[in-house]
């Protein structure tokens, strides 16, 4: 019996400073956990990026993991307004104002570094979340670029490519 092996093609791109801007998290999942201190390289998983304004002008959601990873990491910030359990609604207090745990780490140095932001749904502890990464160092994503598909597909049909992680 005959095994067929099928090649993965990992795409690696800088996305250093400004072109970060390329890079979209509105319908991402991040996978990122606290630590106590921030290393000075850190790699991030993602599922669902996307990639805005590209060569081709369409614009690719990857429907799988990537990867971002950033050197010369020197603080961040990350805010978290958390879901009800099982639901994509907020936990709610006083006021209707709605429950988010913030962690920071460090203070932003001067103007050498740049401030890499990530906005998405967090895995856990489950909730919308804002992250920001200093840094004054190289920043790449990877990703299998089987994973990629036109944005426009993903809007069409979300429930195909979106992430369906455990919700627990």
């Given amino acids: 019996m005959t095994k067929k092996w ?3 093609i990992r795409n690696v791109l800088d996305v250093t400073g400004k072109l970060f801007d390329q890079v979209d998290f509105t319908e991402a999942t991040l996978f990122f956990h606290g630590h106590r201190e921030l290393p000075e390289s850190i790699a991030i998983e993602v599922w669902g990026l996307s990639f805005i304004e590209t060569q081709q002008t369409k614009d690719y959601y990857v429907s799988g993991i990537a990867t971002i990873s950033f050197e010369g990491v020197t603080s961040g910030l990350l805010e978290v307004s958390l879901y ?9 207090i006083k006021n209707e104002k709605y429950l988010t745990l913030t962690k920071s780490w460090g203070k932003p140095l001067g103007f050498e570094e740049y401030q890499y932001h990530l906005g998405g749904v967090l895995d856990w502890p489950r909730g919308y979340s804002q992250l920001g990464i200093n840094a004054t160092g190289k920043v790449t994503v990877s990703f299998e670029t089987n994973n990629c598909v036109l944005t426009s597909d993903y809007v069409r049909n979300p429930e195909k490519y979106t992430y369906k992680g455990n919700r627990d």
């Fill in 84 to 92: 009800q359990t099982n639901e994509d609604d907020f936990i709610k």
């Fill in 6 to 8: 099928v090649s993965k």
